[in-house]
């Protein structure tokens, strides 16, 4: 079965700087989809990026990136010029390729911006 | 395009009672999940449906949670009897195509107190 860890519960940054969330997962599979979720006070869950484990270039959002290193099942992101609004929990999550398309989740990490 | 609705936001009751949540995803969604989210953690898959058939229920409780999606649009999950371990964010959510990389598209939640 496949596991997501997230050993970081709380992170805090200054605004505009910039802050690294770690992430790592444990599975047998190749090929797998990798993601960061936001999750807001008011609890909808928004997908922030995605990586596909095919792909070896790191994704990246406008201020969001990623460094995916699959032989380390390492999956961090990177939040550059760190805003107010991001404060919030972010969410590690996995979902396999094929088949079943579940998404399992990290325990989640709460992101305080400090002004 | 209108969003994942669900409803009710909150709700409280006492153990032993029943309660039921109600998810509309998104038109066309042919993917529609149900996720629990328990205090400090990640989301946890309860059921999955495609169109009006489960696909994934292998984490319900099925001596007290039960599901249906029928006519292969909106679902309802409902809890009978409720313990007090049910205390939870219940979350829906939709996707396009579940064989594709399709993102799942989230719901506000139902914060569920069982007291």
């Known amino acids: 079965a496949q596991t997501v860890t997230q050993s970081q519960p709380e992170m805090s940054v200054q605004e505009a700087e910039t802050v690294t969330l770690s992430c790592t997962y444990d599975t047998s599979e190749s090929d797998y989809y990798l993601f960061w979720y936001k999750q807001p006070p008011s609890r909808q869950m928004i997908l922030v990026i995605r990586q596909e484990a095919y792909k070896q270039q790191n994704a990246t959002e406008n201020r969001f990136s990623v460094n995916f290193q699959k032989a380390a099942k390492s999956f961090s992101l990177k939040i550059s010029d760190s805003q107010l609004g991001d404060a919030a929990m972010y969410f590690c999550a996995y979902r396999t390729y094929f088949g079943n398309e579940k998404l399992t989740f990290g325990t989640g990490t709460r992101l305080t911006i400090i002004p | 395009e209108a969003g994942v609705a669900q409803s009710p936001r909150y709700k409280i009751i006492e153990k032993r009672q029943s309660v039921a949540f109600w998810c509309n995803p998104i038109?066309?969604?042919?993917?529609l999940y149900w996720y629990q989210q328990i205090l400090g953690q990640g989301p946890k898959l309860l059921i999955q449906f495609q169109n009006n058939g489960v696909v994934d229920d292998s984490q319900l409780p099925k001596d007290r949670f039960s599901a249906e999606r029928l006519k292969g649009v909106d679902s309802t999950l409902k809890i009978q009897p409720a313990k007090l371990e049910d205390s939870a964010v219940y979350l829906c959510?939709?996707?396009?195509?579940?064989?594709?990389?399709?993102?799942?598209?989230f719901g506000p939640g139902t914060r569920l107190t069982v007291t």
């Open positions: 038109s066309g969604h042919a993917t």
């Open positions: 959510a939709s996707s396009l195509d579940p064989s594709g990389s399709y993102e799942q598209y």
